[in-house]
């Protein structure tokens, strides 16, 4: 079964870039795990479920090719159906970070927080506070920066879903507390990708909704700052490499 698995991923790996898609649709058409035939989601979860390192990197591998495309995202979360990406967010809270099966699982979560119908499920398993920890987990133990980009994609991707600014409106204090912690993250020395994931969090907060919380927490002078001294911080590395 690990075999088959894997080498289903590698020989994704193997196709061009544009051409992999239609090996994704291939699978899909042929319901490889499936999930069309029984309108059900038992061969998925019953290989999942099995506590074997070895199967569990090989299924979240190959799910992860699936969850590439949105064709992918939408056959595995079938009739909108979120079991499969319950299961994958806890393995994924399993795993030791920045392993691989955990860079496996925040591919196929990042993919699938562009659903709209999935977002619920993400806020549901504290998805958000999960995302701002693993960024301040790095400042103290090295962490793969694949996990640190996807999560703070995958974070963006939630703040800025309908469900999830409806539900931000509704929750004051955690919204507060949600732009504290992104303005105190962007002053830490953090990859280019992860810093502008985290802005692009903090503009889609940045709403007339949120107007007290954003007055409160002083963020447009806190970013403006942020730029003067990032700005700054570029023209001095500039110098220096001259």
């Given at each position: 079964m690990i075999e088959i698995l894997l080498s289903l991923r590698v020989n994704a790996l193997q196709i061009a870039p544009e051409l992999r898609k239609n090996l994704v649709?291939?699978?899909?058409?042929?319901?490889?795990?499936?999930?069309?035939?029984?309108?059900?989601?038992?061969?998925?979860?019953e290989i999942l479920n099995i506590k074997?390192?070895?199967?569990?990197?090989?299924?979240?591998?190959?799910?992860?090719?699936?969850?590439?495309?949105?064709?992918?995202?939408?056959?595995?979360?079938?009739?909108?159906?979120?079991?499969?990406?319950?299961?994958?967010?806890?393995?994924?809270?399993?795993?030791?970070?920045?392993?691989?099966?955990?860079?496996?699982?925040?591919?196929?979560?990042?993919?699938?927080?562009?659903?709209?119908?999935?977002?619920?499920?993400?806020?549901?398993?504290d998805m958000i506070n999960w995302s701002i920890a693993l960024v301040k987990k790095s400042f103290q133990i090295k962490i793969h920066s694949f996990c640190l980009d996807f999560a703070t994609?995958?974070?963006?991707?939630?703040?800025?879903?309908?469900?999830?600014?409806?539900?931000?409106?509704?929750k004051p204090e955690f919204t507060q507390g949600l732009i504290e912690s992104l303005l105190k993250l962007i002053n830490e020395s953090l990859p280019v990708s992860v810093l502008m994931h985290l802005l692009i969090c903090l503009s889609y907060l940045n709403r007339e909704k949120f107007k007290k919380h954003v007055e409160e927490a002083g963020l447009v002078d806190r970013i403006t700052d942020f730029a003067d001294r990032y700005s700054h911080g570029q023209q001095e590395s500039e110098s220096d490499a001259a």
């Open positions: 649709y291939e699978l899909i058409r042929r319901d490889i795990f499936k999930i069309y035939e029984t309108d059900r989601y038992d061969f998925v979860l074997n390192k070895a199967l569990r990197h090989a299924m979240t591998s190959l799910i992860s090719v699936l969850s590439s495309t949105l064709k992918g995202v939408e056959y595995l979360s079938h009739n909108n159906n979120d079991c499969i990406l319950q299961r994958i967010i806890k393995i994924l809270k399993e795993q030791e970070h920045g392993n691989v099966t955990q860079r496996f699982c925040l591919a196929i979560l990042q993919k699938s927080s562009i659903k709209e119908s999935l977002i619920q499920t993400f806020i549901d398993h994609a995958m974070l963006a991707n939630i703040i800025h879903s309908r469900w999830c600014l409806s539900y931000l409106e509704k």
